[in-house]
C-alpha cells in the first residue's frame, strides 16, 4: 500500500494539487449544488411535475370528452333514426288519410251523381208521360173536332157525342 501512497503522493505533488484547495473547491461545490439545487433544480422538478400532472389530466379529460362525443354521436343518430322512422310514419299516416279523403270524396260524388242521374231520370219521365198525356189529350181533342166537322153534317147531335166520347176514351187507353 505504501507504494501506492507513494505513487499518489507523487502524482499530486506533480500537478501541484493542495489538499486545501480541493476541500474547499469541494465545499465551494457542496454549496453551489445545495443553492442550485434548492433554487434551480428543485422548483424546476416541481414545475415539470406539476406540468406532468396537467398533461395528464388534460389527456384524461380528452379521453373522456372522446367517450363523450362517442356517446352524444350515437345519440344523435339514434334521435336521427327515430325521426326519420317518425316522419315516415307521418308521411304514411298523411298519405292513407288524404286517399281515404279521395276515396270519400269520390264516393260522395258517385252518390250525388248517381242521385242527380236519378232525379233527372225521373223529371224526363214524368216530362215524358206529361207530353205523352198532353199530346193524346190534343189528338183527342183533334180527332173529335175532325170528327165533328166531318160528321156534323150527317149525323143528329147525340151520335156526334157518343163518337166523340167513344173516340177520346179510345185515345185514352192508349
Known sequence: MLPLLLAEESIIEKFGIEPKYVLIQAISFLILFV?????????????????????NAGLKYSQEMQAKLAAAQQESAALTK??????????????KSAKDFLDRQTKEATEKANGILTKAQQAIELEHKKMLSDARHEIARLV???????????????????????????????
Not at 173529335?144 to 163518337?163: C, W
Open 82 to 95: 327515430a325521426a326519420q322512422v317518425e316522419a315516415t310514419r307521418i308521411i304514411e299516416d298523411a298519405r
Open 35 to 55: 443553492v442550485l439545487y434548492k433554487f434551480g433544480i428543485k422548483p424546476t422538478v416541481a414545475a415539470m411535475e406539476e406540468r406532468a400532472e396537467k398533461i
Open 144 to 174: 173529335v173536332a175532325t170528327t165533328q166537322r166531318v160528321l156534323a153534317k150527317e149525323l143528329p147531335e147525340a151520335d156526334k157525342t157518343r163518337y166523340a166520347e167513344s173516340a177520346a176514351r179510345e185515345l185514352a187507353s192508349v
